[in-house]
T-cell receptor, first 115, second 114 residues
């Protein structure tokens, strides 16, 4: 069966510090990978998605970047964190099926607090 | 961009009651998904729907893909305290197979009083 991991689970960082959040998927090959941010108001905002190694699409211009160095690894980074980067970051994966649409499965999330 | 209207925003019910929530879109979707999120955790997939008119159950949960392909509903029967959480709908537009993105509703916060 497939599993998705995120770490760290919680992170407190000062403004201006760098960030690296990691997501890995097990039990599947060539998944689509996604990074979302969820603010306190509940909405899920898509930040980046990737359909393959080294292929990153950005949805929202911002202080963050993403990379996919391996098939099942997705990393969210920042060189200098802003207060507004605080939130709950979710990684998700899906497998493309021609006869069906995307079904995304989420990781446990990382709570980031920038002070 | 595409938006989903999810309603109600919140519900307060007594244990044992049935619950119904729905989502509507202005575009045709080829996939409807329902998730539940507990505090501090990632959303968990409850039900996935891939065909117009499809009715699928998962225990006490039932969801349907609307005939018009622009709406979906989720019903929970005989609610219990552990049903508490935020329920999200999500859908994928029918755009010829190149769209990898989901559109999410803003969630329905469910509170169940024992």
């Amino acid at each position: 069966s497939q599993t998705i991991h995120q770490w760290p689970a919680t992170l407190v960082q000062p403004v201006g510090s760098p960030l690296s959040l990691e997501c890995t998927v097990e039990g599947t090959s060539n998944p689509n990978l996604y990074w979302y941010r969820q603010a306190a108001g509940r909405g899920l905002q898509l930040l980046f998605y990737s359909v393959g190694i080294g292929q990153i699409s950005s949805e929202v211009p911002q202080n963050l970047s993403a990379s996919r160095p391996q098939d099942r690894q997705f990393i969210l980074s920042s060189k200098k964190l802003l207060l507004s980067d605080s939130g709950f970051y979710l990684c998700a994966w899906s497998v493309r099926r021609r006869a069906r649409g995307e079904t995304q499965y989420f990781g446990p999330g990382t709570r980031l607090l920038v002070l | 961009g595409q938006q989903l209207n999810q309603s109600p925003q919140s519900m307060f019910i007594q244990e044992g009651e049935d619950v119904s929530m729905n989502c509507t879109s202005s575009s045709i979707f080829n996939t409807w998904l329902w998730y539940k999120q507990d505090p501090g955790e990632g959303p968990v997939l409850l039900i996935a729907l891939y065909k117009a008119g499809e009715l699928t159950s998962n225990g006490r949960l039932t969801a349907q893909f609307g005939i018009t392909r622009k709406d979906s509903f989720l019903n929970i029967s005989a609610s219990i305290p552990s049903d508490v959480g935020i329920y999200f709908c999500a859908g994928q537009e029918d755009s010829g197979g190149s769209n990898y993105k989901l559109t999410f509703g803003k969630g329905t916060l469910l509170t169940v009083n024992p």
